[in-house]
């Protein structure tokens, strides 16, 4: 598939969190997944890892990237580079919704906890 429709947020069961998968292992990509998100004001992903390097967009708002024991504060049009298997979170300390776009090198994107659980994802990937 060369073009997908427009695709708009969903709430998650993840508290504060909406998503959509823009494109993954369901468009027939393997080496590539891109979602988008938004998080309320004081939300935050949960802690988690991912065994592939992921890139994240960030289009609106502010926030800190918790990563490896230090807090890196950004706000609208950063960039954030994680590195493959480094637990990380991505916490909204802003007013407004923060909005960004993650571009992970694999799909589907498997997720785990900092345990090595899976945390079992409510959205395709």
Same mark, same amino acid.
């Given at each position: 598939?060369?073009?997908?429709?427009? @695709?708009? %947020?969903?709430?998650?069961?993840?508290?504060?969190?909406? +998503? &959509?998968?823009? $494109?993954?292992?369901?468009?027939?990509?393997?080496? %590539?997944?891109?979602?988008? #998100?938004?998080?309320?004001?004081?939300?935050?992903? !949960?802690? +988690?890892?991912?065994?592939?390097?992921? =890139? &994240?967009? &960030?289009?609106?708002?502010?926030?800190?990237?918790?990563?490896?024991?230090?807090? +890196?504060? /950004? $706000? $609208?049009?950063?960039?954030?580079?994680? !590195?493959? *298997?480094?637990? +990380? #979170?991505? =916490? *909204?300390?802003? @007013?407004?919704?923060?909005?960004?776009?993650?571009?992970?090198? &694999?799909? !589907?994107?498997?997720? /785990? %906890?900092?345990?090595?659980? @899976?945390?079992?994802? !409510?959205?395709?990937?």
């Amino acid at each position: 598939m060369y073009v997908l429709g427009k @695709q708009t %947020l969903q709430p998650t069961p993840i508290p504060g969190i909406e +998503h &959509v998968t823009l $494109a993954g292992s369901e468009d027939g990509l393997r080496n %590539l997944s891109l979602w988008k #998100q938004s998080i309320g004001p004081g939300g935050a992903t !949960p802690p +988690h890892r991912h065994d592939c390097e992921e =890139v &994240v967009l &960030v289009e609106r708002g502010a926030g800190e990237l918790h990563i490896e024991g230090h807090v +890196h504060a /950004f $706000a $609208a049009n950063s960039t954030l580079v994680i !590195p493959r *298997n480094v637990v +990380h #979170q991505i =916490v *909204n300390t802003a @007013q407004e919704p923060l909005d960004i776009v993650g571009v992970f090198a &694999v799909a !589907p994107v498997p997720v /785990f %906890l900092p345990d090595g659980q @899976q945390l079992a994802l !409510p959205w395709r990937s």
